[in-house]
């Protein structure tokens, strides 16, 4: 079965403090390895899909790397917008993701 | 951009009723989906829909189905609504095995 955990369950950043979440994960034949950003009361907002172990992709102050067994999400000099719920799910061999707890992301100006 | 839309943003209902959730997609994607949201236990797919009139069971497809009669259109049927169905739920739609796009959820409350 696939398993997908997220750490730490929640983090507080001051403005322009740079940290990183952890997705590590377990599946049998990885397809992708997707990012989602979720506000409260909203749906996931889809930010990266990560292909194969090396791969690294950049959106803002947001990158977001990949390992054999991880995944990590840097967020570098964060503002108050970037206060969300950072979500993780891997994909393995057919349409179905499973997903990660989440990290909750406060940052205070 | 892809846009989902579901039918409502709140609902609040009373135990034993019939629910209907609806989730509409404007991208021409074959592929459908609806999981619910709890604290704690992050998503779980409830059903998913590869093609019309075409479905799966999820992980946790106990007292629901679906209906998905036109492509763009993909209905969660709560048969007769129960507390612990409050939940927030979430439909997402994709092509083939890409990305799913998910629409703005619908916060759920049983009474």
Redesign the interface.
């Given at each position: 079965e696939d398993q997908v955990t997220q750490s730490p369950e929640a983090l507080r950043l001051q403005e322009g403090e740079s940290s990183s979440l952890n997705c590590s994960y377990t599946v049998s034949g990885l397809?992708?390895l997707?990012w989602?950003r979720q506000d409260p009361?909203?749906?996931?907002?889809?930010l990266f899909?990560l292909y194969s172990a090396g791969e690294e992709k950049e959106k803002e102050r947001l990158k977001a790397t990949l390992t054999k067994k991880e995944s990590f999400l840097h967020i570098t000099a964060p503002k108050p917008e970037d206060s969300a719920t950072y979500?993780c799910?891997v994909?393995a061999g057919?349409?179905?993701?499973s997903?990660?707890?989440?990290t909750t992301v406060t940052v205070r100006a | 951009d892809v846009k989902v839309t579901q039918s409502s943003r709140y609902l609040v209902k009373r135990t034993g009723e019939k629910v209907f959730l609806e989730c509409v997609q404007d991208m021409d994607h074959e592929n459908m989906f609806w999981y619910r949201q709890d604290p704690g236990l992050g998503l779980r797919l409830i059903y998913f829909s590869y093609d019309v009139k075409m479905k799966e069971k999820g992980d946790i497809p106990e007292g629901y189905s679906v209906s998905r009669e036109k492509k763009e259109r993909f209905s969660l049927i709560l048969e007769s609504a129960s507390t612990n169905q409050t939940s927030m739920y979430l439909c997402a739609s994709s092509f083939g095995q890409e990305t799913q796009y998910f629409g703005p959820g619908t916060r759920l409350l049983v009474l």
């Open positions: 397809r992708g997707f989602y009361g909203k749906g996931p907002e889809f899909t979500l799910a994909q057919d349409y179905k993701l997903f990660g707890a989440g | -």
